[in-house]
DNA sequence: TGTTATT
């Protein structure tokens, strides 16, 4: 088990580029918005929160103009951080101030200004190896510091021995090119006083997931399904505002009660639905509620880490080419298409909870 | 030897 020393010690507040005119926007020099006052990153946010609850929290420190939290384009799974872009730069400000540092479940979440949105400050986060077990953050930051202006740091420490740090860390730079000049200088270097020398290369970016990492991430999707919520009831992340949010379930579509454990044999036992058994060449599997963009690549990308996908079709309307909200998919292997069903159905994927089945002599009538 | 900071 790991668990992080701290994340709130690196503040970041970015100088407003724009101009102020009386009584007016902030106007930048190139007449495009300058949102540099009003739109924040918040980062650190509990996996579970959704968009609503997000919006909810922030929208009650003022109007916002627009915000959004960031998932994967896959799987729709949270990346734990977001955007906020109020409408009164006061209203930032105040955010910043009041829900800095707040405490949501087992996270601290960090909000700040957002940078500039560049292709030069992607890509700039390091992982670090082989660090003395005696450095402290701040060691490493003072370490780094030199090449550029660090965004994050954190080290990784031991929890079952209480905060022994693990000579693992990360590193993330405002720009790409410092990160670069980082690993340069000191991938191979001993510190100062240390015996070994340190690793620094780029962390892996966690958007070009492995077909493997996609399944780990499916399979424990499932399993948090299949035992509820990881933490007690109180523990989770509540609103006053939002009485009665379900988590990250918005509907329940169909027969399906959420979070129900439903499995292959209880899909198949219901009254009246019979199996098609397989189909020429392999077992046929319905998709339910795709959205209306869906597309091929969405059906090849989420059951092609469960075996062999020998097709997969996005049925559309004739006239708007838009997705009917189902699909199909045909594996080759019973125990490969279980599994994917057995992960996938209830699965959300967007905004949306994804209903899998074999498909069923009955499925299209009722 | 591994968290989630750029819409």
């Known amino acids: 088990m790991v668990t992080i020393i701290s994340t709130m010690e690196t503040q970041v507040s970015n100088g407003p ?7 007016g926007p902030v106007i930048s020099t190139n007449g495009a918005a300058d949102d540099s006052k009003t739109n924040l990153i918040v980062n650190y946010l509990p996996q579970n929160m959704t968009q609503e609850e997000f919006k909810s929290l922030f929208g009650s420190i003022g109007e916002i103009e627009s915000c959004k939290l960031v998932r994967d384009k896959i799987t729709g799974q949270s990346l734990g951080y977001g955007f906020v872009n109020y409408v009164d730069p006061n209203d930032a400000d105040k955010a910043i101030n009041t829900l800095n540092g707040l405490k949501l479940q087992t996270k601290t979440i960090k ?6 949105s560049s292709a030069s400050i992607r890509d700039a986060n390091l992982y670090v190896s082989g660090l003395p077990k005696t450095m402290s953050q701040k060691d490493m930051e003072q370490l780094f510091s030199q090449y550029g202006r660090i965004i994050t740091s954190r080290i990784l420490v031991d929890q079952v021995t209480a905060g022994i740090s693990r ?4 590193i993330r730079f405002d720009k790409r090119n410092e990160a670069e000049e980082a690993i340069k200088g000191l991938n191979g270097q001993k510190p100062l006083g240390a015996a070994e020398p340190i690793t620094v290369k780029f962390a892996n970016n966690p958007s070009q997931k492995t077909g493997q990492a996609l399944l780990t991430q499916l399979y424990q999707t499932a399993a948090r399904r299949f035992t509820g919520p990881l933490h007690h009831q109180t523990q989770r992340f509540r ?3 939002l009485l009665n949010a379900s988590y990250g379930v918005k509907s329940s579509p169909s027969f399906l009660p959420r979070f129900s454990p439903i499995t292959i044999d209880s899909m198949t036992s219901l009254a009246g639905v019979n199996l ?4 020429g060449a392999g077992w046929c599997i319905f998709v339910y509620n795709l959205s209306p963009e869906a597309d091929e690549s969405v059906l090849w990308q989420l059951f092609g ?3 062999a996908v020998t097709n997969v079709k996005v049925i559309r309307d004739f006239t708007t080419n838009k997705c009917k909200g189902f699909g199909f998919v045909t594996m080759t292997n019973y125990d490969e298409a279980a599994m994917a069903i ?6 959300r994927l967007g905004d949306r909870v994804l209903q899998v089945s074999f498909k069923t002599s009955k499925q299209h009538k009722a």
Do not use: E, M
């Open 167 to 170: 000579g693992v860390g990360f």
């Open 239 to 241: 609103l006053d505002n």
């Open 111 to 116: 909000v700040s200004y957002a940078r500039p």
């Open 276 to 279: 098609t058994g397989p189909t």
């Open 305 to 307: 880490p469960f075996g």
């Open 17 to 23: 580029s724009g101009t102020s005119l009386p009584n």
């Open 342 to 347: 057995a992960s996938l159905n209830g699965y």
